[in-house]
C-alpha cells in the first residue's frame, strides 16, 4: 500500500508517517528508485499490536524546553530547522517536535551549523586566533573596543575576518599600556 493509503490505516497523518520516516521510527518496506513508498498490512497490524515504538516522550523536550534549556527564542529555533540548521531529534505521534539533552549539550559546545556561519568566526574561536582570552573579548565589546557582529539568526557572539587586524592593533595597544602600568 501506499504512503498515504498506510498513514490513513494506521490513523496518522501523511506529514507524521514522512517524519517518522525520517527518523526511521517506521520505514516503509519497499521503496521504488523514483523515491515512492510502500507499506505492508504486515506492517499495519505491526503497528497496531504496539510493535513500533515510538520513543519514550520522558527522554525528550518539547521546543519551549529546548528553547528554555539554550536560551534561545522559539522563533529563532523555528528559523534554524526551515534553513536545514537544526532538525528535532524526534516527532511524537501527535507530530510535535522534539528534542534531547544531547542536542543542548551539543548547541552548548557550538556544534550546530547555525552557530558557525560562513564568513563568520565565533568568539573562542577569534579569541584563539588573536591570542587573547574570551573574557579579554568581552571587556573588550563592553569597552567599545571591539564588538561583535551578532547574526540575529544565532545569537552568538561572532566576528568578521576583517576585524582580526582591528583586534591585533587593541591587543598592542592594551600590552603597551599594561606595561607602562608596571
Known amino acids: ?16 508517517l514522512f517524519k517518522w520516516r525520517q527518523s526511521g ?26 510493535d513500533y515504538k515510538v520513543k519514550d516522550e520522558s527522554d525528550f523536550l518539547s521546543i519551549r524546553e529546548f528553547s528554555d534549556e539554550i536560551g534561545v527564542p522559539v522563533g529563532t529555533l523555528d528559523e534554524w530547522e526551515k ?15 522534539k528534542y534531547t539533552k544531547k542536542q543542548v549539550e551539543k548547541y552548548r559546545n557550538g556544534d550546530y551549523d547555525g552557530i558557525r556561519e560562513e564568513g563568520f568566526i565565533n568568539r573562542e574561536d577569534f579569541a584563539s586566533l588573536i591570542g587573547v582570552s574570551e573574557s579579554t573579548l568581552a571587556n573588550w565589546n563592553k569597552k567599545g573596543l571591539l564588538c561583535p557582529d551578532h547574526k540575529s539568526i544565532t545569537r552568538i557572539w561572532q566576528y568578521r575576518q576583517d576585524q582580526v587586524e582591528e583586534a591585533e592593533k587593541i591587543k598592542i595597544r592594551n600590552q603597551g599600556r599594561s606595561k607602562t602600568l608596571i
Open 1 to 16: 500500500m501506499t504512503s498515504k493509503e498506510f498513514a490513513k490505516a494506521i490513523r496518522v497523518s501523511s506529514t507524521l
Open 25 to 50: 521510527v517506521l520505514v516503509p518496506e519497499y521503496r521504488l528508485p523514483t523515491g515512492k513508498c510502500f507499506y505492508s498490512e504486515e506492517q499495519v497490524e505491526k503497528y497496531k499490536n504496539g
Open 83 to 97: 534553513t536545514g540548521r537544526l532538525k528535532p531529534d524526534h516527532y511524537n505521534e501527535h507530530g510535535h517536535r
